[in-house]
């Protein structure tokens, strides 16, 4: 009796699933690019306030990545060898599969009601009728001879809009605006229809390492020794927050660090956090900004628990006051935009 009834919930599942995957027609699996059925259906326009994105949200296809419009219709992100390519919102997975002229492509069909488009995948990780997350990997990046590359475009209902309107290559943060698209016949227009909401600091998606540390060891020469980071103390395992989104390329127990955290940032950026009590964080983690990745702690060589924060560019140790108040908390913004516009902490 009890098996029948879990047989009767197994086989109703099957249904269900299957009733899920044939949501897209065989035409929207094969074609790149298709209206969206319903889409102006009730109305013929609709608005999407990313103003009220949370970082959970969303994703940069290619987090590491560096970004430049192509035509003001696409975007191509250059990156590493085997990088992963990101889904820029939840999602349903509406083409994924080997066009010609396009290479491994996905289309993800958004709750929002834009589609993003990933073409020349290595390899494709996803299949049509797929749920997905923001920030799921969906592929491996494509490439050949060294040059590893996504294209990427945004469209609605089929059409190409100009990416820049939604995403801001430098900073791969998302505008904080709201738009509305509108069907004009076969074409549809986008307006910008709310101002940019959000401060200049959640904008750049900045945060300070240890909220109410005090320095306690400055960086510098410190006896005979150079001190390559400055050490910050509030209380034992007390949150450490990524200081900008980034890669873990490292999470382990180094030698004198004790446990070490680096994450990889933008334009040759390194952050390190290390004596950390805990890590909460591994190898290949995708952070944003604020997340939580270790605990304060005394591993390694510290004769109290504190946070020893490095600040690093091309791999040199650089002193973290060049970017960080340690009185205000804050990071030093004109110098953080400056420094996503030319790669350099000093202005010349
Ligand atoms: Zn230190």
């Avoid at 047989?7 to 298709?34: G, H």
């Avoid at 970082?55 to 990156?79: N, Q, R, W």
């Avoid at 709750?111 to 299949?127: I, Q, S």
């Avoid at 997905?132 to 209902?157: H, S």
Wanted: hydrophobic fraction near 40%; charge should be positive; include cysteine.
């Amino acid at each position: 009796m009890k098996i029948l009834h879990l047989l009767c919930i197994y086989v109703a599942l099957l249904v269900l699933t299957s009733a899920i995957k044939d949501e897209f027609t065989a035409i929207e699996r094969q074609q790149i690019q298709i209206e969206t059925p319903g889409l102006f259906e009730h109305s013929d326009a609709f608005t999407i306030d990313f103003a009220a994105y949370r970082t959970s949200d969303y994703s940069f296809p290619l987090p590491v990545g560096k970004a430049k419009v192509v035509d003001g219709s696409e975007m191509e992100i250059t990156t590493e060898k085997g990088d992963a390519v990101k889904a820029m919102f939840d999602g349903t997975v509406r083409l994924a599969r080997h066009v010609a002229g396009h290479g491994n492509a996905i289309v993800l069909r958004h709750d929002n009601g834009l589609e993003t488009v990933y073409e020349r995948n290595a390899e494709n990780m996803v299949k049509a009728g797929d749920r997905v997350k923001a920030g799921q990997t969906i592929a491996i990046v494509g490439g050949e001879k060294g040059r590893w590359a996504l294209t990427f475009y945004v469209m609605v209902n089929g059409g190409k809009i100009n990416p820049e309107i939604i995403v801001m290559p430098k900073s791969h943060r998302l505008t904080r605006r709201t738009l509305m698209f509108k069907k004009k016949g076969f074409a549809v227009e986008t307006t910008v229809v709310g101002a940019d909401k959000k401060t200049k600091e959640q904008d750049l998606a900045v945060f300070y390492p240890l909220p109410g540390a005090k320095v306690i060891s400055p960086y510098g020469r410190r006896g005979g020794r150079s001190h390559t980071g400055v050490d910050i103390k509030t209380r034992p395992n007390d949150n450490i927050l990524a200081a900008f989104d980034g890669v873990v390329t490292m999470s382990q127990q180094y030698a004198a660090y004790g446990n070490l955290i680096k994450i990889r940032h933008e334009r040759g950026l390194e952050t390190w956090y290390s004596h950390n009590s805990k890590n909460l964080v591994s190898v290949g983690d995708r952070v944003k900004a604020g997340q939580v990745i270790a605990l304060t702690g005394q591993t390694g060589r510290a004769s109290t628990a504190h946070l020893h924060f490095e600040l690093r560019l091309n791999g040199a140790a650089q002193n973290p006051s060049l970017l960080f108040d340690h009185v205000a908390h804050k990071v030093k913004e004109d110098v953080y935009e400056n420094f996503l516009k030319t790669g350099k902490l000093r202005k010349k």
